[in-house]
């Protein structure tokens, strides 16, 4: 069974610093690419970052320059290290994860396995 496990949410004050993993078990997580999302209520889920199997990343333009996507395959993680945290950034974060073969997708709806997500807030 694919699980993923997210966490390192927190409050945080503007400009501060967070660390979000993502523990997947019951897959090889070296054959997905690994996607975080965030959504605040009323809006629809959006791609923050997404890095593939190769290790290439994309970021939102909105968080380019201040959080970085990395894995860990050896342990079956994945991480967002978000810095320069504004309130903006505030949301539930979500990670997903997508067979390689199919792709490199920003979509959410091609997202098939999602974490349970975890709370940033970030005060001004």
């Known amino acids: 069974e694919v699980q993923l496990v997210e966490s390192g949410g927190g409050l945080v004050q503007a400009g501060g610093s967070l660390r979000l993993s993502c523990a997947a078990s019951?897959?090889?997580?070296?054959?997905?690419?690994i996607a975080w999302f965030r959504q605040v209520p009323g809006k629809e889920r959006k791609m923050v970052a997404v890095?593939?199997?190769?290790?290439?990343?994309n970021y939102a333009d909105a968080v380019k320059g201040r959080f970085t996507i990395f894995r860990d395959n050896a342990k079956k993680t994945g991480h967002l290290q978000m810095n320069s945290l504004k309130p903006e950034d505030t949301a539930v974060y979500y990670c997903?994860?997508?067979?390689?073969?199919?792709?490199?997708?920003?979509?959410?709806?091609?997202?098939?396995?999602w974490g349970q997500g975890t709370q940033v807030t970030v005060s001004s």
């Open positions: 997903a994860v997508r067979r390689s073969y199919l792709g490199y997708s920003g979509r959410s709806q091609d997202y098939a396995s």
């Open positions: 019951g897959f090889a997580l070296d054959d997905y690419a």
């Open positions: 890095i593939t199997t190769s290790g290439s990343t």
